[in-house]
């Protein structure tokens, strides 16, 4: 989800504002997953690098975080959304942990899952897994994939990366390996349902060979 910054310097407006307008589109997208029946929706909220910006704007999308799963948590149990939370979302500050447990408890029984990556890096995540795999003593593919934080959703089918940027800043590089990408110029708070559902047709047109002829 690329771009809140610029949408917001293009406004003359502060970063703090991209990141509210783009909270509002990801609410636009939950809404959206039972209509367009999508069994799973993954989103890159926060990365490990991301500790590298200044301390106001890491401290403002954390307050963010707080104030969305406040406001938001009652919407997912209503709709039926259940919540994954992949990355190292348990070294967040201990408030942050405690309302993500409550709204994983909360949304357990949901129908559609909207996974959101928290402190997540896909090569620190490979890396966690293949030392579980090491320690049970088998290296392989299937014993790597098997311990990915994503062990318990479907196969990524489309990955989608908003703002003209053609790159997956260490986003879900193992389960990246056969999915289809489409890199797209909308900022992400411009970023509509209807723009998803022009990715999935374009996806649906796509042949997927998975190495083969």
Known sequence: MDGNGRWAKK?????????????????????????MGLECLTLYAFSSENWKRPDEEVD?????MRKFIKSDLPEFVEKGVKLKIIGDWQSLAPDIV????????????????????????GQHEIARAAA?????????????????????LPPLDLLIRTSGEVRLSNFLLWQAAYAEMLFVDTLWPDF??????QALDDFARRERRYGGR
Request: hydrophobic share 45%; aromatic share 2%.
């Open 98 to 121: 405690a309302m993500l447990e409550d709204a994983l408890a909360q949304t357990a029984n949901g129908r559609q899952t909207l996974a959101v990556a928290l402190n997540y890096g």
């Open 60 to 64: 403002d999308l954390m307050n963010l």
């Open 192 to 197: 509509e349902p209807a723009h998803l559902e």
């Open 11 to 35: 406004r003359a407006l502060p970063r703090a504002v991209g990141h509210q307008r783009g909270v509002e589109a990801v609410r636009r997208l939950v809404r959206a997953l039972e209509p």
């Open 132 to 152: 579980k795999a090491a320690s049970k003593g088998d290296v392989t593919i299937e014993t790597i994939t098997a311990e990915l934080d994503t062990a318990d």
